[in-house]
T-cell receptor, first 112, second 114 residues
Framework: KQEVTQIPAALSVPEGENLVLNCSFT??????LQWFRQDPGKGLTSLLL?????REQTSGRLNASLDKSSGRSTLYIAASQPGDSATYLC???????????FGKGTTLSVSS | NAGVTQTPKFRVLKTGQSMTLLCAQD?????MYWYRQDPGMGLRLIHY???????AKGEVPDGYNVSRLKKQNFLLGLESAAPSQTSVYFC?????????????FGPGTRLTVT
């Protein structure tokens, strides 16, 4: 059974710091991996999606990498801002069209 | 383009009552999903649908029923609500054809069962 783990569960950093959020999964046979952001009391916003054949994806200050063989993905946030404070969720898709399997998330707090 | 919408946003039920949550999407997506999110548990799949008239069970289907009579709508029903069903419910949708099956989520329904 696929399990997704995110470490750390919570992270506090000062504004301007670069940071890395980690995601690991137990079964390397995935179709793709998706990173989401969730603000308190809100829905999920897709940040980046990496296909199993890709190594990384970038969007603005965000960079997500994927090492499928080792079952790991990282989300790199450059020059963090207070507006980045949210919970970040990692999810993997086992096969095309199947539902996502989520980690429990990392709650990020960026102080000004 | 409204994307994925959910009705209602909040609801309080008493144990044993029934209700239906409505999910609607205007992106012509074939796949639709219902998840629940609980503290410390992450999001877990309840039921999903790969097209109009089809439904399938997910990881935690007990106590829920679903219907997909129209392509754009996916209904989640609780026949006899229990306190264990207190949760935040999210609906999502994605295309069938082509990669990457990126899922789009609704804003959620916060349900409390007393």
């Amino acid at each position: 059974k696929q399990e997704v783990t995110q470490i750390p569960a919570a992270l506090s950093v000062p504004e301007g710091e670069n940071l890395v959020l980690n995601c690991s999964f137990t079964d390397s046979a995935i179709y793709n991996l998706q990173w989401f952001r969730q603000d308190p009391g809100k829905g999920l916003t897709s940040l980046l999606l990496i296909q199993s054949s890709q190594r990384e994806q970038t969007s603005g200050r965000l960079n997500a990498s994927l090492d499928k063989s080792s079952g790991r993905s990282t989300l790199y946030i450059a020059a963090s801002q207070p507006g980045d404070s949210a919970t970040y969720l990692c999810a993997v898709r086992r096969q095309a069209g199947t539902a996502l399997i989520f980690g429990k998330g990392t709650t990020l707090s960026v102080s000004s | 383009n409204a994307g994925v919408t959910q009705t209602p946003k909040f609801r309080v039920l008493k144990t044993g009552q029934s209700m239906t949550l409505l999910c609607a999407q205007d992106m012509n997506h074939e796949y639709m999903y219902w998840y629940r999110q609980d503290p410390g548990m992450g999001l877990r799949l309840i039921h999903y649908s790969v097209g109009e008239g089809t439904t399938a069970k997910g990881e935690v289907p007990d106590g829920y029923n679903v219907s997909r009579l129209k392509k754009q709508n996916f209904l989640l029903g609780l026949e006899s609500a229990a306190p264990s069903q207190t949760s935040v419910y999210f609906c999502a949708s994605s295309y069938l054809q082509g990669s990457p099956y990126e899922q789009y989520f609704g804003p959620g329904t916060r349900l409390t069962v007393t």
